[in-house]
């Protein structure tokens, strides 16, 4: 019977991979990617040669029946993102669905996920939290932001470097210069950083230090 694997691919360090997640690379009929070239490194670096078939944001409306029609054709195939868990902030999410939608069985491996350690690794609660994600870019977002002021559990956003300084700015506007966050930037790399401090600290901090890489910004809730 057809089946779809989510397989989580490591954030950074490339050891990171399971041996389960390996043998289902190695095993598997075709691999869906969100960018083949980014995947294919990460196959090439393991010997795997398989398929590769795109799918990201800018196609996966057009090939997602295409890509179902693969899955039918008694194919196991993966789905992989650029790193992490797929369906996580990704278009990975749209296959998912529909595969539930048509009846195919759908199955989750364990595995990298940026968040995860990030709130970990903070210090702040984490028994209770909020995962953001990625905030919109226009329209919704001060709204949003300010929904989010009075929250008492834990907040879990991703952010681009470029962006980071913004987000930290409208931060502070709705909730206060001082409430406690935590940066971390380049999980699981060479380079990785965790900058702790209140937001206006944070702020002043990535003015002068401009980031780099893949970032997860960790918010203190207000206090009761």
């Known amino acids: 019977m057809a089946k779809l694997f989510i397989v989580p691919t490591p954030i950074g360090n490339l050891e990171d991979l399971t041996f389960r997640a390996l043998r289902l690379l190695k095993e598997c009929d075709v691999i869906f990617a969100e960018d083949t ?5 990460l196959l090439q670096h393991y010997s795997v040669s398989k398929p590769l078939v795109s799918f ?12 179902i029609e693969k899955i ?11 790193a992490g868990t797929p369906g996580i902030s990704d278009p990975g999410f749209l296959l998912i669905r529909e595969c539930i939608k048509q009846d195919i069985e759908v199955e989750c491996l ?3 996920t940026a968040f995860v350690p990030a ?10 939290f909020v995962f953001e994600g990625f905030l919109p870019q226009k329209k919704g977002r001060k709204t949003r932001i300010d929904l989010l002021a009075n929250e008492t559990r834990t907040l879990v956003f991703y952010e681009s470097p470029y962006r980071l300084s913004r987000l930290i700015e409208e931060l502070i506007v709705s909730f206060g210069g001082d409430r406690y966050a935590v940066v971390c930037r380049e999980l699981s790399k060479i380079f990785e950083e965790k900058k702790r401090g209140n937001l206006f600290e944070l702020k002043e901090y990535y003015l002068q230090h401009p980031p780099k890489g893949e970032i997860v ?3 203190e809730g207000i206090k009761n």
Do not use: F, Y
């Open 37 to 41: 070239r980014h995947t294919s490194k």
């Open 56 to 67: 990201h944001s800018q196609n996966e409306h057009k090939t997602l029946l295409s890509c």
């Open 72 to 82: 039918k054709q008694n194919k196991n195939c993966v789905l992989v993102s650029d």
């Open 110 to 112: 364990p595995g990298a």
């Open 119 to 128: 709130l970990v690794m903070s210090g702040i609660p984490c028994n209770q």
């Open 217 to 219: 910004v960790i918010v």
